[in-house]
């Protein structure tokens, strides 16, 4: 069995995909997004099976969250879409998968060879 797959959840902004009221509570939403993401580390993605690694990366107020089992939180310094662009190309070959609606964000991954997916993916 190979490396599994790198899914990297842009957590802004797969969190503002859903006006359910979140910018009341960046910090709690996030926390709320991981719990969400844990069972995918074991049994995948649609389309994607699994074990799959997980990185959540958060920024802003978010930062803070912690990691649990199956789900690496990481807290951009700054831009989480500059931080999802370093974790892509420090993959190097290894297959990635970034879950984002961000126009711009997608096509700076995927020309570093990574394949996007939308946030209902983890929805």
Known sequence: MG???LVIV????????VPDGWWRDRRGAADRL???????AADGLPGFPGPL???LVVEGAARGVEPVPGVRVDAAPGSGDDRI???V?????RP???VTADRELRH???????DVTGPRTVR
Do not use: I, M
């Open 3 to 5: 490396v599994p797959l």
């Open 10 to 17: 842009d957590g802004a902004n797969v969190v503002g995909s």
């Open 34 to 40: 991981r719990d969400r993401l844990v069972p995918f």
């Open 53 to 55: 690694e997980l990185v």
């Open 85 to 87: 662009v370093e974790l």
């Open 89 to 93: 190309a420090e993959a190097g070959d």
């Open 96 to 98: 990635v998968l970034v």
């Open 108 to 114: 700076r991954v995927t020309v570093l060879g990574a």
